[in-house]
């Protein structure tokens, strides 16, 4: 019986994993629908790995190399990063970072939300897909 859950738990995590591999593809190329290569800063070793597996994308292992910092911690490399595309994994850390992030994906009661701020993406004149429309909000 502990084998079976242990082996159920496991398939949930798996697709999970590339539930959020796939977001996230959608998501970079939402962002970036003209660049073939797109060069991402992450901070978090777990979620590096799921980075690298998203065609079109490559993981660079410094801020300054890259189109967009995926950002996951609170991270000093935003402080040295002026004009950056950052985008977050945490409702938490999207408030935190509002004046700079374009946005951010989360789990919530075990559902992906998808958030962009609209001031954001015009200060980087970023452009959306229409499908893109109903997860951009207006923020004070």
């Not at 075990?110 to 970023?126: C, D, E, T």
């Amino acid at each position: 019986m502990k084998k079976a859950a242990l082996l159920i738990a496991l398939a949930l995590a798996t697709l999970a994993a590339g539930v959020e591999e796939q977001i996230y593809g959608l998501i970079i190329q939402a962002i970036f629908p003209k660049k073939s290569i797109v060069r991402v800063w992450v901070d978090d070793t777990k979620k590096r790995e799921l980075f690298s597996h998203i065609g079109r994308v490559i993981v660079v292992p410094e801020a300054e190399q890259a189109d967009a910092l995926f950002l996951f911690h609170e991270h000093k490399a935003l402080r040295h990063c002026k004009n950056c595309i950052v985008f977050v994994g945490s409702y938490p850390l999207l408030l935190k970072t509002q004046n700079e992030a374009i946005g951010g994906f989360f789990w919530q009661k075990g559902r992906p939300n998808i958030i962009f701020l609209r001031k954001n993406l015009q200060a980087h004149n970023i452009q959306l897909p229409s499908d893109f429309s109903k997860y951009i909000e207006d923020r004070p």
